[in-house]
């Protein structure tokens, strides 16, 4: 099977909002994420943003092992979860919801990934749903070449055996939590028409001869191939995997449609407080 290469570096953008919080962020065209609207490696200390809304897509949070605290998040159809250190929680917007994510321990550091996971266009209307996924829930695997891998969301291929998807979720999508030791190698095989990107969390890592350092992303394209890398020093890695709509985006704001009428409709549906209110 032939090696996945690195088919476009991109852009990570550093982003601050206030003391609390500062992240890198994916911003790419949809073209090398799809289905993932944007990825956010961040760290949260104070609450940062007041409740907000969200429609067509869904707002995922990961929080890695290392989190010094966890979130509280409530969302206006009544969920109320806790995403300890290790947890992960779908907020599947759809048609529209306002939600809110705060440190459940102010001042202490909550570490980890907020993504946002595209609906297919005949999804982005059905009615908000939450999915929590708890760290003991999710699978781990020690590879052949030393990499330790933590299935956070969607299922693994092993081989011939395929590790089952943690929970159901409205979009086909894998995030795998890699940590390699210096020397260590991950491999992946990955199905011809799944996109595939990755982004060094910590140190640094050899992929097909080019160093990738921490802070940067790549995408491997959805040619199908192995995906590896080795690590240059000790290393932590997102690996995103997923099935491309290729449908059309439209954006605004805290919204993602595949027409400009959607959008409106879903400004409208907010303004009119349809999405419900947090207080």
Known sequence: MTTLQIKQHLTVQKLRHGGGFHANGIRATDEWIDPYLMADHYRMSEPTFPPHPHAGFSAVTYMFDDAETGFSNRDSRGDASEIRAGDCHWTVAGAGVVHEEVPVENGKVAHGLQIFVNL?????????????ILRE??????????????????????GERMIAAVKPLPSEATLLDVSANKGEAFRYLVPAGINAFALVIRGAID???ESVSEGKAIAFGRDGGTLEFTAAEDAHVAVFLGKPFDEPVVRHGPF??????????????????????LS
């Open 120 to 132: 297919a266009g005949k999804d982005k209307h059905i009615s908000p749903a939450a999915i929590h």
């Open 137 to 158: 829930e999710m699978p781990r695997v020690t590879q052949a070449g030393g990499a330790n891998v933590k299935v956070a969301f969607g299922a693994y291929a092993d």
């Open 207 to 209: 992929v097909v001869g």
């Open 256 to 277: 993602a449609m595949t027409n400009q009428n959607d959008i409106n409709r879903a400004i409208a549906a907010y303004q009119d407080g349809r999405m419900g209110e």
